[in-house]
């Protein structure tokens, strides 16, 4: 297998650089796009103020969590509430809604919870989870028969409801449950975003940025496709494209805490694979902290007194957006020999916290990219919300070894 120098990277990296920035110029339908979804999601919007009011009727707690989309949050017009997924490991389970009659979860994903979560159940809970899949099932039969009478019917448990407290109750079983063998990129996702917005010894100086008064993990979407970025960089135009409303996500969007807060792309992944070792899987992050940069210099995508910056991503912050700002973008996955141990990083590895990039001129500023890797131990990360967490679970070069940020 090839080893790539510093030389080779940077140069690659550059190219991909230069590939997105032209796709983000003659490509201007993202300005008035992302325009619109900041008006729905900064704090005094209506949308806002409904989901204020949701957060106030149940309390959410790990493993169990909340996500949403901009755009579902954008497109839903109801009344009362705006719609959202509550997640197991990264796993949906069903729909959380308020309407005139209550607090509801809905659309309840019986396949995620028998082949998914009913696995990661310990045995004294797990024949109390089988009962409550039939409950949820006979339910979803009774629904579909109504529906084709024509009738309106909840096809939901109301959160109070006994079902719903029993579900809460056994889902806190998991936590304890830390052994088991799954690699699944989203639920590594969800632990790793659990782990920084709970905190950790190791990343106490990083949090996840989320949408809304902290009320809900997302990805924060992006009008680039680029996941194919890792192949041949002689096909670079055809690996990253311009896909409008299609565009790839942004795994976890984050920041750092430090004197002058910085913004954080992490590109996750399952595995270390040598088709996606570090060196190659990072022009992915690279991409999309190209579209980010844009996103936040293009006054035309911004609001007169509202930021995507000020008050999306470093909202309640007194870091203002400087002349010149820096973007670290970290690659991150298990890692195969441990994490302890920096000395066992193979050389392409090492290199990459040794790149430096200068993003292109926008609107009369210059930013930079700042590159990192963040490696794993699987059986740390699931063991982050514990109450005997780990140690040296987590090797990363975006901090040094007293947990300051390295520039």
Known sequence: MKIYTKEEALDDYKKVIDLVSDLMLNNREWVKRYHDYLKELIADSEKSKKIVQLMKCCKITPPLSRYSSISEIKNDTRKYSIKHDIRILGYSIGK????????????????????????????????????????????KLEVQKEKTKKKKVNDGFEWKSKEMKSFRS????IKTFSLINYNSEHSYENLLLLGLKHGSKLLKNITPIMLINDSFFFQMPTCIRASDAKKDIKSIKENIKYAAEKGGGIDILARTRSNKAKLCVIELKNEYKEEEKPILAIR???AYAVFLDYLIRTKDANLAKKSWYSDIFVPNSKSKLLDSIIINVLVAMPFKDGCSNKETLTDEDKNIPKIKLDLPEIEGHKDKINLHYMFFNPKWLKNVL???????????SLFDENGHLCN
Do not use: H, M, W
């Open 96 to 139: 959380l809604d308020r309407n005139k009659d209550g607090l509801y979860v809905n659309n309840i994903n019986i396949s995620n919870l028998k082949n998914n979560i009913l696995p990661l159940i310990n045995e004294n809970s797990r024949d109390k989870l089988e009962k409550l899949i039939l409950k949820f099932e006979k339910k």
């Open 170 to 173: 056994i889902s806190q079983n």
């Open 284 to 286: 992915q992050a690279i």
């Open 386 to 396: 514990s109450k005997n967490p780990i140690e040296n679970g987590i090797c990363t």
